[in-house]
Nanobody
Framework: QVQLVESGGGLVQAGGSLRLSCVAS????????MGWYRQAPGKQRDLVAT???????NYANSVKGRFTISRDNATNTVFLQMNSLKSEDTAIYYC???????????WGQGTQVTVSS
């Protein structure tokens, strides 16, 4: 089992920045992929960004150039730096951990990000 604890959400004005953090604990093996997904009201949960334990990032087109994902393998923490935020970025952001070889998948509780225009 892997537990995920997110932090860093909140309310910010359009054009502002926020940094999300997610700490994973439990039975953690490599390789793995950690990342962020988001779900706006009435919409499906969509990929924002992921990063492998080897450090390879992947971004949704809608956030490329504005968001940066990074991780610290020593503390099993993934970060999402969000700059130039837009109202359409408003959503609940969920942390995800996927064990590559174990084929496991875990979700955090989610953290609300609200961007006011």
């Amino acid at each position: 089992q892997v537990q995920l604890v997110e932090s860093g959400g909140g309310l910010v004005q359009a054009g502002g920045s926020l940094r999300l953090s997610c700490v994973a604990s439990g039975l953690i093996f490599r390789p793995n992929v950690m990342g962020w997904y988001r779900q706006a009201p009435g919409k499906q949960r969509d990929l924002v960004a992921t990063i492998t334990s080897g450090g390879s990032p992947n971004y949704a087109n809608s956030v490329k150039g504005r968001f940066t994902i990074s991780r610290d393998n020593a503390t099993n923490t993934v970060f999402l730096q969000m700059n130039s935020l837009k109202s359409e970025d408003t959503a609940i952001y969920y942390c995800n951990f996927a064990g590559t070889l174990e084929r496991t998948n875990y979700w955090g509780q989610g953290t609300q990000v609200t961007v006011s225009s």
